[in-house]
């Protein structure tokens, strides 16, 4: 049994030593210390030992057993701290390597204007409400008085996609959904898209503008004014002086245009302000009495005060743009100058 034993052992080291896998280690296992391994079939082997030889035979087989077991432990520490040792090696990184920089994005120089715009006003007290850039000719145009085949509607060159059913030439329909839904007093910001059949170096098929609308009783142009002078003096500067001149829209009487003192020469008359001093840069007016009776609201108990101010505008006098159309491009050259 001894020679047997030994035998075993000589066998057990030289197939340990040809072990190199987790798989020819589990093979081994199996071979020598599973059920039906070597050293089981030793011990079905002690039967045939004589009975008085048969305690210290079992515990010479149970000690190599251990012996066995140790060894099989002693290769598998072994292999998984080679193992370990080749992925440290190939996974290995170097750390003085320049890293692999990721862009930062930034945004968009229409959306930085319009949140300032909304910042600004939003301390004035107003809020948000944005309405559906496919309008119906009714909101769009009629209820702001402006009536099929008026004049008026050559102001706008209108996308049809129906009958009656237009891509808002502006935000003012916004004007008459809010009155549709509130009572007075009404003091909402309507920002968003909106289409024209127009395309040059300052104006797009799609653009943004941000409507203004304020209802409540005794509204007069002076709070227009006021509230538009503040505006254009925390967009352009304190410096910066505004005023109205008469203008016709057809849904406010009286309608202005608000021009800013230039901001580039101050005034004295540069390139910027083509020689004037002043620059155009919105349009409004006190709500038509037409328009509050379309909506159900007294036009002798309330008035209101409205404006509609063109983002790209502000965008392109304030950065100093000179064509509309790289808004619009997405050119990251142009785009990257614009981090806040
Ligand atoms: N809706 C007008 C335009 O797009 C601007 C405007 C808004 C004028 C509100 C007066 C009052 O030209």
Not at 90 to 96: A, F, H, K, L, P
Not at 176 to 185: G, T
């Amino acid at each position: 049994m001894e020679a047997k034993i030994n035998a075993l052992r000589e066998q057990m080291e030289a197939a340990l030593a040809a072990v190199h896998s987790q798989e020819e280690l589990a093979a081994f296992w199996q071979s020598y210390l599973g059920k039906k391994g070597s050293i089981a079939g030793l011990m079905k082997e002690l039967g045939a030992v004589a009975k008085e030889d048969r305690p210290a035979m079992g515990k010479v087989i149970n000690q190599f057993k251990v012996y066995a077991e140790e060894r099989y432990q002693q290769v598998r520490e072994e292999m998984d701290k080679q193992e370990l040792a080749a992925r440290n090696q190939s996974e290995q990184v170097d750390i003085t390597m320049p890293a692999v920089k990721r862009p930062v994005g930034s945004l968009h120089p229409i959306t930085i204007v319009k949140d300032q715009m909304i910042d600004v006003f939003a301390g004035m007290g107003f809020e948000i409400y944005e309405g559906p850039e496919i309008e119906d000719d009714d909101h769009n145009f009629t209820r702001l008085n402006v009536a099929k085949n008026h004049p008026a509607r050559d102001m706008q060159d209108t996308f049809y996609v129906a009958e009656d059913i237009v891509l808002r030439t502006h935000t003012s329909p916004g004007q008459i959904r809010v009155m549709d839904a509130e009572k007075p007093p009404i003091k909402v910001l309507v920002p968003g898209r909106v289409f024209r059949s127009d395309s040059d170096a300052t104006h797009s098929p799609m653009f943004h503008q941000m409507e203004g609308l304020v209802v409540d009783k005794k509204i007069t142009l002076c709070d227009l004014q006021g509230m538009l002078d503040q505006f254009v003096k925390k967009i352009f500067g304190d410096g910066v002086k505004t005023r109205l001149r008469p203008s016709y829209f057809p849904f406010t009487e009286p309608s202005v245009e608000v021009d800013v003192s230039c901001f580039e020469c101050g005034g004295k008359g540069c390139g910027l302000c083509k020689g004037t001093g002043w620059i155009e840069v919105l349009g409004g007016g006190i709500v038509h009495h037409k328009v509050l009776e379309n909506c159900g609201i007294d036009p002798n108990e309330y008035s209101g005060l409205a404006f509609g101010i063109g983002i790209e505008r502000i965008a392109m006098l304030k950065y100093g743009i000179n064509n509309i159309g790289l808004l619009y491009e997405n050119d990251l050259r142009f785009l990257k100058q614009f981090k806040d």
